[in-house]
Nanobody, 124 residues
Framework: QVELVETGGGSVQAGGSLELSCSSFTFIYGGDFMSWFRQVPGQEREGVAAIRTGDTSTHYSDSVKGRFTITRDYARYTVYLHMNNLKPEDTAMYYC?????????????????WGQGTRVTVSS
């Protein structure tokens, strides 16, 4: 069992920045992804960004590319999502996920473990 804890959500005006963190209290093996998803009520969970724990390769959705950056602190088993130039449409509950099953990184059904989520609100 892997426990993930997200922190760093909050409210910000459009154009502002936030940093989310996701800490794992257990070892994540090198071939895994640690990924960020977001969800708005009534909509499907959307893959935002992912980082491969072994080689640090990264992936981003088109909607955040160039604005968000995913990084990790391997020694602390922590992944960060640096969000810049935030837009009202970025408002959502953000979730961290790991335990990747091998399919597309942006498919939420490919992950076994999830955090409890942290809310991000961007006002115009």
């Amino acid at each position: 069992q892997v426990e993930l804890v997200e922190t760093g959500g909050g409210s910000v005006q459009a154009g502002g920045s936030l940093e989310l963190s996701c800490s794992s209290f257990t070892f994540i093996y090198g071939g895994d992804f640690m990924s960020w998803f977001r969800q708005v009520p009534g909509q499907e969970r959307e893959g935002v960004a992912a980082i491969r724990t072994g080689d640090t390769s990264t992936h981003y959705s088109d909607s955040v590319k160039g604005r968000f950056t995913i990084t990790r602190d391997y020694a602390r088993y922590t992944v960060y999502l640096h969000m810049n130039n935030l837009k009202p449409e970025d408002t959502a509950m953000y979730y961290c996920a790991t335990g990747w099953r091998g399919g597309p990184w942006s498919n939420p059904t490919e992950y076994d473990y999830w955090g409890q989520g942290t809310r991000v609100t961007v006002s115009s």
